[in-house]
């Protein structure tokens, strides 16, 4: 797992803000706990688990979640945000990958009337992060900051350094993989 520049592990999502997310998501969609599961490819355990604030969601669950919602991946994590935010360096609603040493903060989900979030991502060398496709028009926008990182649709990836900008569908299967320690970007997910 990453953590954090002073070694401690990132501060996780509150499970309340996901478990509220989750039913209020679902409701809107009129799903039931089995088929909502059923169309994630989750446990029926584990979503009811989850809805109830409980669990440890990685990144993975809750991408599946979002996609067979229909929704991004931010209307699942996104905290009330007051009328001035600042998150500094290692802080914000972070969730970590269980396959790959990968981070994903939310810096900020899609206000009303524009459909974008904005990630910071901390990656280390290993196992690629391997996304599957998320909602239908979804359009990913990737920035380095630091490191060098190897990322776009399968068999079509870049490796980019720090001042890199790459643009690419994110409603097909991707990847994001770390070549150098400390490999840290932004991305912006644009929902069409």
Same mark, same amino acid.
């Given at each position: 797992?990453?953590h954090?520049?002073?070694?401690?592990?990132?501060?996780?999502l509150?499970?309340?803000?996901i478990?509220?997310?989750?039913?209020?998501?679902?409701t809107?969609?009129?799903l039931?706990?089995?088929?909502?599961?059923?169309?994630?490819?989750?446990?029926k355990?584990? /979503?009811?688990?989850?809805?109830?604030?409980?669990g440890?969601?990685?990144v993975e669950?809750?991408?599946?979640?979002?996609v067979a919602?229909g929704?991004?991946?931010?209307a699942l994590?996104e905290?009330?945000?007051? &009328?001035?935010?600042v998150?500094?360096? @290692?802080e914000?609603p972070?969730?970590a990958s269980?396959?790959?040493d990968y981070? &994903?903060t939310l810096?900020? &989900?899609?206000?009303?009337?524009?459909r974008?979030?904005?990630y910071?991502?901390r990656a280390?060398?290993g196992? $690629?992060r391997?996304?599957e496709?998320?909602?239908?028009?979804?359009v990913?926008?990737l920035?380095?900051g630091?490191g060098?990182v190897?990322?776009?649709?399968? @068999?079509e990836?870049?490796?980019?350094?720090?001042?890199?900008y /790459?643009s690419?569908?994110?409603?097909v299967?991707?990847?994001?993989?770390a070549?150098?320690p400390?490999t $840290?970007?932004?991305?912006?997910?644009?929902? /069409?």
């Amino acid at each position: 797992m990453a953590h954090g520049t002073d070694g401690t592990p990132p501060p996780r999502l509150p499970l309340d803000w996901i478990a509220a997310a989750l039913r209020r998501e679902r409701t809107r969609a009129g799903l039931s706990l089995s088929e909502l599961a059923k169309r994630a490819g989750i446990a029926k355990s584990t /979503l009811s688990q989850l809805e109830a604030g409980g669990g440890n969601p990685s990144v993975e669950t809750l991408w599946a979640l979002g996609v067979a919602l229909g929704v991004p991946f931010s209307a699942l994590v996104e905290p009330p945000a007051p &009328a001035v935010q600042v998150i500094r360096a @290692g802080e914000g609603p972070s969730v970590a990958s269980e396959r790959a040493d990968y981070v &994903a903060t939310l810096l900020s &989900a899609s206000p009303p009337g524009a459909r974008r979030d904005i990630y910071r991502l901390r990656a280390e060398p290993g196992a $690629a992060r391997e996304s599957e496709p998320h909602i239908p028009g979804t359009v990913e926008h990737l920035v380095v900051g630091a490191g060098r990182v190897k990322a776009g649709p399968r @068999g079509e990836e870049v490796e980019l350094e720090p001042g890199d900008y /790459l643009s690419y569908r994110g409603d097909v299967a991707h990847s994001y993989e770390a070549l150098e320690p400390g490999t $840290a970007f932004v991305l912006i997910m644009q929902h /069409l």
